[in-house]
């Protein structure tokens, strides 16, 4: 297996799986590549692990329901286990967001913020699984959940603050129109742009390092590597959203 196979390349091996493929890339393959792009072939293997990742999180988030159910489920855990690793995760978020936007919107924008960090951090660890797909070092993966946050963070801006939400574009006054509005929109086109090219670069650098020793000394060198790896993994993780509660914050403000 190489640096880039993963063990969902064996379901290439069944007949249903490649005709999957070639419909997939009948419709989907690149044809045409622009200069900064070298040729490459076409994939599903980015789309299945990212599938994986999101029935994980999901299998984890409905275990997590069930426990709170239970007639003991307002006590907390006894050991540390994937619920208390939730509630974890979630105070740390919540905390951040109420610092940066205010509780009332920190309980508002929660569910989103708190979704991104479980699909995004179970994607970065990935990176530590030999022979796994790590979805978050494919730039579709990352532009997707970029652009949607893009696409959301401009429509609580509108919700919150209605048509003139869109004045920010044009500066506080009109002859300013000019300079202004092409700024603004650079700034703001550059935050998808940003946001997923940085994930990306980061999580495609730890996955090659790790691979690296790896095979050298597969047995001690790379542990070291793989706590560093870890690391990358929440530090990315924190980065993304605390960029998506910032953008939000900004949108939703009341004093544009």
């Known amino acids: 297996m190489g640096e880039h196979g993963t063990w969902t390349d064996l379901l290439y091996q069944l007949p249903a799986m490649r005709d999957l493929h070639d419909y997939a890339a009948g419709h989907l393959a690149r044809e045409k590549h622009f200069a900064v792009f070298t040729d490459t072939h076409f994939t599903l293997t980015h789309v299945l692990w990212t599938l994986i990742v999101v029935i994980i999180v999901l299998l984890g988030c409905l275990s997590f329901r069930r426990s709170l159910a239970r007639k003991d489920g307002i006590l907390p855990p006894r050991g540390f286990?994937?619920?208390?690793?939730?509630?974890?995760?979630?105070?740390?978020?919540?905390?951040?967001?109420?610092?940066?936007m205010g509780e009332q919107k920190a309980r508002r924008y929660l569910p989103l913020v708190g979704g991104l960090a479980l699909f995004i951090l179970f994607s970065n660890l990935m990176a530590l699984v030999p022979g796994a797909g790590v979805p978050t070092t494919t730039l579709k993966t990352n532009l997707a959940i970029a652009l949607l946050v893009f696409v959301l963070t401009h429509a609580y801006g509108v919700r919150e603050n209605?048509?003139?939400?869109?004045?920010?574009?044009?500066?506080?006054?009109?002859?300013?129109?000019?300079?202004m509005l092409p700024i603004e929109l650079v700034s703001h086109v550059a935050r998808p742009v940003s946001l997923s090219l940085r994930l990306m670069g980061n999580m495609v650098a730890d996955h090659k390092v790790v691979f690296t020793f790896f095979t050298m000394l597969p047995f001690l060198l790379p542990i070291p590597f793989l706590f560093l790896g870890l690391l990358v993994a929440f530090v990315q993780t924190f980065v993304f959203c605390v960029l998506t509660m910032i953008y939000i914050a900004l949108a939703t403000a009341h004093d544009h």
């Open 81 to 100: 286990g994937f619920r208390a690793f939730l509630e974890m995760l979630a105070d740390v978020l919540f905390g951040v967001m109420v610092g940066i």
């Open 162 to 179: 209605g048509l003139g939400y869109f004045k920010q574009f044009l500066g506080p006054v009109w002859w300013l129109i000019p300079l």
